[in-house]
């Protein structure tokens, strides 16, 4: 950062730009080479050596609009000072260091070295591109309805003993009986289990009818049939 030097009447004032909030800075050259806090922005800066100042021949360069500085050459600039405007200027000299001086105190703490931060722009250019995936959508399997199918079948007339079979828990018995020729009869299933104990009554009817029992308990089981002067047809049937 290299300013430029403004020469006053017994002092010189450094004219800065502070390379942080680039607002313009009047330091007096005895803070040259030192380092200090910017009135603005708070930040801390290397005030340049005098040997990087550039002397400021002209007479607005750098300094605040709000400062009067008569132009060189004129009728102002060439009349000599009056004691009373010099003693003025001295005053205000004086008060504006004071105010400096409580706006950015001068230390001597080396500044934090800055840290190399690569761009953002060049962080996204290195990173690998992320591919979107496209969700796909598969269809769930409907499954299949259920079904009856027969698994025994038995026909006869009279009293029969069946042979064990095994069944899931959604089992049922599909009957059908009717009247002999001496008239109707009675007509009974006992289901029983593969310890011999009877866990249900399927049917118990006279005469002709039909009709099924649903059971709930897988197993293994038989049938025992009662018939008198009845024929008769039976399905075991399971829900598959």
């Known amino acids: 950062m290299i300013g430029t030097i403004k020469k ?24 040259a080479g030192q380092s200090g806090k910017c009135k603005h922005c708070q930040q801390v800066f290397m ?15 750098g300094i605040p609009d709000d400062i009067d500085t008569p132009l060189e050459g004129s ?7 009056p004691p009373a405007l010099g003693i003025i200027l001295l005053v205000g000299f004086i008060v504006g260091m004071t105010i400096f001086y409580m706006a950015i105190p001068i230390t001597h703490k080396p500044s934090k070295p800055q ?7 060049t962080r996204q250019a290195s990173q690998p591109m992320a591919v979107e995936k496209t969700a796909v959508y598969t269809p769930k399997p409907v499954p299949k309805p259920k079904e009856w199918r027969v ?6 007339q009279g009293i029969k003993k069946t042979e064990m ?34 866990s249900d009554v399927a049917a118990n009817v006279i005469g002709n009818s039909q009709d099924m029992s649903y059971q709930h308990k897988a ?20 829900l598959e």
């Not at 450094?14 to 050259?29: D, S």
Request: charged content about 10%.
């Open 165 to 198: 079979f095994t069944v899931s828990s959604q089992w049922r018995i599909v009957w059908d009986t009717r009247a002999g020729r001496y008239g109707s009869g009675i007509f009974a299933i006992n289901v029983y289990n593969a310890n011999g104990n009877m």
């Open 219 to 238: 197993g293994t089981y038989y049938l025992y049939v009662i018939a008198a002067n009845q024929s008769w047809g039976i399905n075991i049937e399971v």
């Open 151 to 156: 698994l025994k079948n038995w026909q006869g």
């Open 75 to 81: 009728s102002a600039f060439n009349k000599p000072l």
């Open 115 to 121: 840290r190399n931060v690569t761009p953002k722009s």
């Open 47 to 61: 005030v340049p050596p005098l040997a990087q100042v550039i002397p400021d021949n002209s007479s607005r360069h």
């Open 8 to 31: 006053g009447i017994g002092y010189a004032m450094l004219q800065l730009t502070c390379p942080h909030c680039g607002k313009a800075l009047q330091i007096p050259e005895r803070y």
